[in-house]
Nanobody, 126 residues
Framework: QVHVVESGGGLVQAGGSLRLSCAAS????????MGWFRQAPGKEREFVAA????????YYADSVKGRFTISGDNAKNTVYLQMNSLKPEDTAVYYC???????????????????WGQGTQVTVSS
């Protein structure tokens, strides 16, 4: 069984920063790609960022490029999301996700991931 646990959410003013952390664990689990998604009230879950450990390729949604940075430690199945210049529209529950199998296409879809955390709330006040 694989457990995915996020931390680091909270309340911040517009223009501020937050850093989310996520760890995936399981007796024989090794991640191939890890990502972040978010879901605002009344909206569908959307892709935010992902990192493919092979080649350390990173992927970002257009809405967060230049403001958010994903990083992590492959050996520890740990990923971080540094969020700067936060906007009220970034308010959402942020979910961490992980996949262990090889994936050819960029990991933008929620269907690309097998394991999910419970989510952490990020609220940006104006």
């Amino acid at each position: 069984q694989v457990h995915v646990v996020e931390s680091g959410g909270g309340l911040v003013q517009a223009g501020g920063s937050l850093r989310l952390s996520c760890a995936a664990s399981g007796r024989t689990f090794s991640s191939y790609v890890m990502g972040w998604f978010r879901q605002a009230p009344g909206k569908e879950r959307e892709f935010v960022a992902a990192i493919r450990w092979t080649g350390s390729n990173t992927y970002y949604a257009d809405s967060v490029k230049g403001r958010f940075t994903i990083s992590g430690d492959n050996a520890k199945n740990t990923v971080y999301l540094q969020m700067n210049s936060l906007k009220p529209e970034d308010t959402a529950v942020y979910y961490c996700a992980a996949r262990s199998a090889f994936l050819v296409r960029p990991p933008y879809g929620s269907y690309d991931y097998d394991y999910w955390g419970q989510g952490t709330q990020v609220t940006v006040s104006s």
